[in-house]
C-alpha cells in the first residue's frame, strides 16, 4: 500500500470515528466500546476493497459484508453515509421511533446492510450461506464478515464456522474484534476463548492476529487473505474496546454507556478533535 493510500484510510478511518461518536452524542447512550474497535476495519474494507456502492447494492456480483457483531451498528452506519447511502441527517435518528437506523442494522430499512443482524452467532451463520450460494453461483466475488470475541462463546457461530471450512469455501473472510471484553467483563474471565488463531486453523482455516488499529496491516492481511485458495480465512483483530478515544478505552464497563454529564463533556471533546484534524487534513 502506497503512503497515500495509508495517509487516505487513516482519515477516512478518523471521520467513521467522528460520526460514530456524534450519532452516540446525539442519543445520549449506545455500544460505545463495541463500534469504536472496528472502526479500521472498516475503514479498509469500505474504503479499498469491498466491490459496493449505492448504485451497485442490488448486483448480485457485488461484495458482500455482514456484521455480525450488529450492536456494532453505528459505526456501520457512519461509514455507510461516508459513502453516500444516505444523508447524514439521517444519523440524528439512531434508534428512535420511525428511524432507518435501528441499534442493530437491518437489511430492509438501511441501504447497503447485507443481512439482518443482532442475536449473535445469526450474522456469522448468513455470511456463510452467502458465500456457500455465490460459489454455487460460480461468482468471484467476496464475503466479509465481522464477528465479536465474545459472540464466539456462541455454539451456532461454529457450526457455520465448520460448514464454512468443510465447504472450502476461500471466498468467505471473517475478522474477529478481539477486544477482549464482552456485556459482563473480560472475555478470559467469563468463558476463556483460548488462542483464536489456533482454533481457526484447527478448523481448517487460514488464520493470523495482526493489530486491529493499523489500517496498513489490516489492508495487507486482506490482499493476503484475497489471495488464500482452498479454504476460508479467519482475521483476528487485536483491538481495544473503546478505540480511539482514550476515555472510553480505560473504563471497565464501556460495552454500552450511557455517559454521565463530565464523561460526555470528555468524549465531545475528544470528537471534536477529530472533527479539527479532519477539517484539517480534508
Known amino acids: 500500500m502506497t503512503q497515500a493510500e495509508n495517509i487516505d484510510l487513516e482519515l477516512f478511518a478518523k471521520k467513521i470515528r467522528y460520526y460514530t461518536l456524534k450519532e452516540f452524542t446525539l442519543m445520549g447512550f449506545g455500544?460505545?466500546?463495541g463500534s469504536l474497535s472496528i472502526?479500521?476495519?472498516?475503514?479498509?474494507?469500505?474504503?479499498?476493497?469491498?466491490?459496493v456502492s449505492p448504485e451497485t447494492k442490488q448486483d448480485l456480483n457485488r461484495d458482500y459484508f455482514v456484521l455480525s457483531k450488529g450492536h456494532a451498528g453505528p459505526a456501520l452506519y457512519a461509514t455507510l453515509f461516508l459513502k453516500g447511502y444516505f444523508t447524514e441527517d439521517w444519523l440524528s435518528t439512531l434508534n428512535n421511533n420511525g428511524t432507518k437506523l435501528p441499534s442493530h442494522p437491518d437489511r430492509n430499512l438501511t441501504p447497503g446492510v447485507d443481512m439482518t443482524t443482532g442475536s449473535l452467532g445469526q450474522g456469522i451463520s448468513a455470511a456463510t450461506g452467502i458465500a456457500l450460494g455465490n460459489k454455487i453461483a460460480?461468482?468471484?466475488n467476496h464475503t466479509f464478515c465481522i464477528v465479536g470475541d465474545g459472540e464466539l462463546n456462541e455454539g451456532q457461530a461454529w457450526e457455520a464456522i465448520q460448514m464454512a471450512s468443510h465447504n472450502k469455501l476461500d471466498q468467505l473472510i471473517i475478522f474477529v474484534d478481539d477486544n477482549k471484553m464482552q456485556l459482563d467483563g473480560p472475555t478470559v474471565e467469563i468463558?476463556?476463548?483460548?488462542?483464536?488463531?489456533?482454533?481457526?486453523?484447527?478448523?481448517g482455516y487460514f488464520s493470523k492476529r495482526i493489530d486491529g488499529s493499523s489500517v496498513s496491516e489490516?489492508?495487507?492481511t486482506v490482499e493476503w487473505a484475497k489471495a488464500n485458495q482452498g479454504k476460508p480465512t479467519a482475521i483476528i483483530l487485536d483491538t481495544v474496546k473503546g478505540q480511539g478515544i482514550p476515555i472510553i478505552e480505560k473504563m471497565s464497563n464501556n460495552h454500552h454507556l450511557r455517559p454521565d454529564e463530565a464523561t460526555n463533556?470528555?468524549?465531545?471533546?475528544?470528537?471534536?478533535?477529530?472533527g479539527e484534524e479532519i477539517e484539517v487534513n480534508n
Do not use: C, W
Open 39 to 51: 472502526v479500521e476495519t472498516l475503514a479498509v474494507l469500505y474504503g479499498k476493497y469491498l466491490n
Open 191 to 203: 468463558n476463556n476463548p483460548l488462542d483464536f488463531v489456533s482454533k481457526f486453523q484447527a478448523f
Open 138 to 140: 460460480k461468482r468471484e
Open 31 to 33: 455500544h460505545y466500546g
Open 265 to 274: 463533556i470528555e468524549i465531545i471533546k475528544a470528537m471534536n478533535t477529530l
Open 218 to 220: 489490516i489492508s495487507e
